[in-house]
């Protein structure tokens, strides 16, 4: 089966813009996580989707950051107005249940804001 | 703390064992994993132990759970330059919204000298 793809695998932008993440998770996992890794620090939890819904968006940083999932497949994370402190490895994760075996993650998307 | 605590570098000679040690902080984790990064790509699950269990061995991979110490520790047996890469610790942790995070270590790197 194909994993978790995400695009674009890089991503280099100015201070101000806006910026689209995309996430496909492996066909038929209900369940989307987002997650980020800021330089030097730990991966984070952003959140969670149970297909189209949110379930838990606790992780978010602040309102510039927007997750879609509609139709329950793929998953869009925008940012804006992007802050020079966005700057990560944004990864996907999909999994069939509640993930508890563990999740497949995505390659991530490296975003970087100058 | 709220962290879970991995050594950021260890390096081991071809053909030696690895143990990465982690130590996690909450007591009702259930679920406790061992993730791979190597170079450009994304996390990998190498292996996830169940909180009842003191032990996992999975072919060159054996987890040791202390639940009294909440210290987790993988070791790889004959390690080979094909395991130089980051290991990432993580706990499940239940958000209290109907979903469970993943809590990350920062990774330990571990490099293999041929």
């Known amino acids: 089966e194909a994993g978790v793809t995400q695009f674009p695998s890089h991503s280099v932008i100015e201070k101000g813009q806006t910026v689209t993440l995309r996430c496909d998770p492996i066909?038929?996992?209900?369940?989307l996580y987002w997650y980020r890794r800021v330089m030097g620090k730990e991966i984070k939890f952003l959140l969670h989707?149970?297909?189209?819904?949110?379930?838990?968006e606790s992780g978010m940083p602040n309102n510039r950051f927007l997750a879609e999932r509609t139709g329950g497949t793929y998953s869009t994370l925008k940012v804006q107005p992007a802050e020079l402190e966005d700057s990560g490895v944004y990864f996907c994760?999909?999994?069939?249940?509640?993930?508890?075996?563990?999740?497949?993650f995505g390659s991530g998307t490296r975003l970087t804001v100058v | 703390g709220e962290d879970v605590e991995q050594s950021l570098f260890l390096s081991v000679r071809e053909g030696d064992s690895s143990v990465i040690n982690c130590t996690y902080t909450?007591?009702?984790?259930?679920?406790l994993y061992w993730y791979k990064q190597e170079p450009g790509a994304g996390l990998q699950l190498l292996t996830y132990?169940?909180?009842?269990?003191d032990m996992k061995q999975d072919q060159r991979l054996t987890v040791l759970l202390n639940k009294k110490d909440k210290h987790l520790s993988l070791r790889i047996a004959d390690t080979q330059t094909g395991d130089s890469a980051i290991y990432f610790c993580?706990?499940?942790?239940?958000?209290?919204?109907?979903?469970?995070?993943?809590?990350f270590g920062k990774g330990t790197k571990l490099s293999v000298i041929p």
């Open positions: 994760a999909s999994s069939p249940g509640q993930g508890k075996y563990g999740y497949t």
């Open positions: 066909s038929g996992h209900d369940n």
């Open positions: 989707f149970v297909k189209e819904s949110k379930q838990d």
């Open positions: 909450d007591s009702s984790s259930t679920y």
């Open positions: 132990i169940f909180s009842n269990m």
């Open positions: 993580a706990e499940r942790r239940d958000s209290g919204a109907g979903s469970y995070q993943l809590t």
